[in-house]
């Protein structure tokens, strides 16, 4: 059963198509920000650690798990490969 903000953003999304797009893509990039630092934490690694991991420094890991709509594909391998994790896409 969809609550009352759900039944909203599905209306707006089907009336307004550059509501829609936008949504869609921040959801995504918001995704991408939670399963990183998810799995970092699930892994029990500090920002700091993935940071030495990843020759850099703690605030770049937080720009990273903060603001992921922006980072290179590169980067994204480097931190999952720090966590021993591969990265996996799906195109459908």
Known sequence: MK???EK?????KKS????ALGYDEGYQNFKINVLLKQLRVEKG???EEI???????????????NHAE???LSTL???VNA??????FEII
């Open 70 to 72: 922006d980072i290179r």
């Open 83 to 88: 966590l021993d994790k591969k990265i996996r």
């Open 16 to 19: 307004d198509k550059k509501f």
């Open 77 to 79: 391998n480097k931190y």
């Open 8 to 12: 909203y953003i599905e209306d707006r």
């Open 51 to 65: 940071a030495r991991r990843l020759h850099t420094k703690k605030s770049a890991i937080s720009r990273i798990e």
């Open 3 to 5: 609550d009352d903000f």
């Open 45 to 47: 690694i500090s920002q």
